[in-house]
């Protein structure tokens, strides 16, 4: 089992284990300094979704207080200095108090908190009110579209394929509008379009939610 390696396993052992490892924008360190601080985190909690249920205070309008304490707790817990941890949070583990979009992380988030055919779940239910959009290009394409989001026009300082925080919260807004209790429930089938080879975005999304 995927815990019972991580409890096992000394620091170095794990940076040992991937040493050499790289995908995209991920290198072996990273994922060294990200299982490192998860083994901290979780010790002998029951998970770590428990945890993240717990750091959801009252008053949070959504995931994101939340997600920057547990983002704050594993980089504490990581061993890494403050010099070292920047790449690995960049690159696994960006958090919202630096204003980033944190498209994986609330992907994440999405999955373990929602259930249907899409998203396994697992975690507290609860929590789908609070979740917030992952942005990605074809995400920030159809809620332009849609007006749902002022990202990419014109003096609004950010590319419309580079969306942070502020459009992932403001095209948040927009879908809580419809689905109060789910507001990232189109995800899945919004972003296929752009990503499917076989369809036509245009096509697909002829007309808007005006």
């Known amino acids: ?97 630096a204003g980033s979009a944190c498209k994986r992380p609330l992907l994440f988030l999405r999955w373990m908190i929602r259930k249907d055919a899409v998203d396994p779940g697992g975690w507290d239910a609860g929590l789908c009110p609070l979740l917030v959009q992952p942005m990605d290009t074809h995400m920030t394409w159809v809620a332009a579209r849609f007006g749902f989001t002022s990202c990419g026009a014109a003096g609004d300082g950010v590319a419309w394929n580079s969306p942070n925080l502020k459009t992932a919260l403001e095209v948040t807004r927009r879908f809580r509008e419809i689905e109060p209790g789910d507001p990232v429930k189109y995800d899945f089938c919004l972003t296929r379009p752009g990503i499917r080879g076989d ?10 939610f005006r």
Not at 199 to 208: S, V
């Open 1 to 97: 089992m995927p815990r019972d390696f991580l409890s096992c396993s000394r620091a170095s052992e794990l940076r040992k284990a991937f040493d050499g490892f790289r995908y995209r924008f991920f290198s072996g360190a990273d994922i060294a300094s990200l299982l490192c601080g998860l083994k901290g985190v979780l010790g002998k909690s029951s998970g770590l979704g428990t945890i993240f249920s717990a750091l959801v205070k009252p008053g949070d309008e959504t995931v994101l207080p939340a997600l920057a304490r547990l983002v704050a707790e594993i980089v504490s817990a990581s061993g890494t200095t403050s010099g070292s941890a920047k790449p690995f949070v960049k690159n696994l583990l960006p958090s919202p108090a």
């Open 199 to 208: 369809l036509d975005r245009d096509a697909c999304f002829e007309g808007n």
